[in-house]
């Protein structure tokens, strides 16, 4: 377990379907464009953090105009242009003065890193599908809805969705030391 005084400011971002599916088979569930380019616009010139699986997953490996930080537990793992970090305390350490760092999955990662974020944008996706990775459960008692898009309609993806964001509550950001475990 490690102490940590102040926690870096953490961003989850997500698409997340009807039934919190959120991948299947290593890939997205649907390929929308415009929610393409809206992770692009959002995460472009801040750190992004995943798992090992997200990052092999990827079809142009690192993000452009990011910086990519792969959480594994495998310490062979090496890949150029790429930050690796084996606890979630060498996250913390890797973007402790950064503006906003997200994290971008996959699912173990969002499981682990939930009770630390300070914000979630998720596009929500009307939409069930058969899935094997699923996002964990939001406790929306602990974060207020700062907005909501209109819903849009992705005809090559038929699939109806908006961009919703999250700030978490005041009362649950404090900075008291934070007991974190070691990723695993």
Known sequence: ?????????????VAIAEN????????????????????KSITSGHPVVMGRNTWNSLPRRPLPKRRNI?????????????????????????????????????A??????????SKLYITWIDKCFDADVFFPEIDFSLYSKISES?????EKSDVAFRYAEYMKNPS?????????LKYS
């Open 70 to 106: 792969v959480l594994t537990h495998d310490a062979s793992f090496f890949e150029n242009d790429v930050e690796v970090a084996h606890s979630i305390q060498q996250v913390f350490d890797l973007v402790s003065s950064e503006e906003e760092s997200f994290i971008m999955g996959g």
């Open 20 to 39: 919190n599916a959120i991948g299947k088979n290593n890939d997205l569930l649907c390929h929308i464009s415009d929610d393409l380019k809206h992770f």
């Open 108 to 117: 173990a990662i969002y499981k682990q890193f939930l009770p630390f974020a």
């Open 172 to 180: 649950v950001n404090s900075n008291n030391k934070l007991n974190v």
């Open 150 to 154: 209109e819903r849009f309609y992705d």
């Open 1 to 13: 377990m490690v102490s940590i005084d102040k926690l870096p400011n953490l961003s989850i971002i």
